[in-house]
């Protein structure tokens, strides 16, 4: 088997990856260690930034994303029983999409089936080969056969716990990282969400946000212990505990039902650099992650294979590996920017085990800040809505 471009991983990085290339003509196999049932069944991300809907229509999948995804022109922050709402659209031309990345994953797996690309799911064992030289080959088993691609490029787009990054040369790898000591707590219910817009509660009992997939289904998550177990959690406790971190208004709104889906997911910040070595690239949550708290994971997988996409196909049309060279690097700007704005978010609205009444303080008056000062809630809200590329 040959093609131009090997993409390991079907997430959202590895497929809108395979789109932009395939409208530019550029070819692609993607390779997924998954079936197709279990990726679309991962509930993940759910806001969108408009540079993230535009690359989607860019590639001719927005149909339903225009349909069905909810325009957010503002969502809230509370702290400590207040609420101050940030008007994206006011303070900066611009707004979100709620639509959930599994749709998106959906969308895409759909439109790279109805162009007749091919994606291997199941596919185990994956491994890369000579990517320091001209002509990479990935190998891996199906069915308890063995297979083989040769290829011009690899992407590796799979994820956090994948095989590309721990494929780099020993040493060329320089890592960033801070684990938080917290994890969140998501709940998807079938009930409407408690309100019209996203509220990020910092509560002393810990964080607490309400979002949402359609005006019927909801989604919610507390912060809770890094070692909590989900099976401690019934449907009742995480509804008190919800209410309990929300203001009396948002809490009295909210609708209680039976859980459709729970799990904990840990928190990290994450960056590894370079992006690249020889033919191998890195992008999504391969090369980096955020805490959710700035809903920017999805969101730097789009803007990561924007760059990639752009450097491959310059490479196609006119030969030059300018592009490539620059990848990394341009990249890597844009990574470090959503990085801190997550860790700040994330920083400002959890309550952290050895807090003392300093920090905590110190919060309190950051939140008092953005309710003061436009100056402050733009710089929020043009980093929400995300930089441009
Ligand atoms: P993915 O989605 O993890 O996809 C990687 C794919 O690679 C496959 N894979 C392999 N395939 C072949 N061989 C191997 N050895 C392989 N190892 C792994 C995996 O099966 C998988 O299919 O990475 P990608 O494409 O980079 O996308 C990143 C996003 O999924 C992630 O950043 C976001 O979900 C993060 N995130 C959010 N991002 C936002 O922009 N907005 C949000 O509102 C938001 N909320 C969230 C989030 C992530 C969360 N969790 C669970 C971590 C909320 C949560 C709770
Ligand atoms: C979600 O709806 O899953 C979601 C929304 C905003 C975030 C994180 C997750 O910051």
């Not at 994956?126 to 690899?154: E, N, Q, Y």
Request: aromatic share 10%; glycine share 8%.
């Amino acid at each position: 088997m040959r093609t131009q471009v090997a993409i390991i991983g079907s997430g959202p990085a590895g497929l809108l990856l395979g789109q932009l290339l395939h409208r530019a003509g550029v070819e692609s196999v993607i390779l997924e260690r998954r079936s197709k049932d279990y990726v679309l069944s991962r509930i993940r991300a759910g806001v969108l930034e408009q540079g993230t809907t535009d690359l989607l229509s860019k590639v001719g999948v927005d149909a339903r994303l225009k349909a069905e995804g909810l325009p957010h022109e503002g969502f809230a922050i509370g702290f400590a029983n207040r609420r101050q709402r940030i008007d994206l659209k006011d303070l900066t031309g611009q707004c979100v999409t709620v639509y959930g990345q599994t749709e998106v994953t959906r969308d895409l797996m759909a439109a790279r089936e109805a162009a007749g690309l091919t994606t291997v799911y199941e596919a185990e064992g994956v491994s890369l080969d000579a990517f320091d030289g001209a002509s990479p080959r990935v190998h891996w088993t199906k069915d308890g056969r063995a297979h083989d691609l040769a290829c011009d490029f690899i992407a590796g787009c799979d994820g956090f716990h994948g095989v590309s990054r721990a494929s780099a040369p020993a040493g060329a790898l320089e890592t960033f990282e801070r684990v938080y000591p917290f994890g969140w707590l998501g709940v998807l219910a079938d009930v409407p969400p408690c309100s019209h817009e996203l509220i990020y509660a910092g509560h002393d009992r810990g964080f607490a946000l309400c979002s949402m997939r359609s005006p019927t289904r909801s989604r919610y998550y507390i912060q809770c212990g890094s070692d909590e177990r989900v099976e401690n959690w019934s449907d009742d406790r995480f509804w008190d505990e919800l209410r309990h971190r929300l203001d009396p208004d948002a809490a009295a709104n909210v609708v209680t039902g039976p859980s459709i889906e729970k799990s904990i997911a840990p928190l990290r910040s994450f960056v590894a650099e370079p992006l690249r070595f020889g033919r191998l690239f890195l992008a999504g949550d391969a090369a980096h992650i955020v805490p959710p708290t700035g809903a920017k994971g999805l969101n730097l997988a789009a803007s990561d294979v924007h760059y990639l996409s752009e450097a491959l196909i310059e490479r196609y049309a006119d030969r030059s590996e300018a592009g490539l060279d620059a990848y990394s690097g341009r990249a890597l700007a844009r990574i470090w920017k959503s990085e801190r704005f997550s860790w700040w978010m994330t920083s400002l609205l959890h309550r952290f085990a050895d807090q003392n009444a300093f920090e905590r303080r110190m919060q309190e008056a950051e939140f008092i800040y953005l309710e003061e000062s436009r100056a402050a809630r733009t710089s929020l809200a043009e980093n929400y809505v995300g930089l441009p590329y």
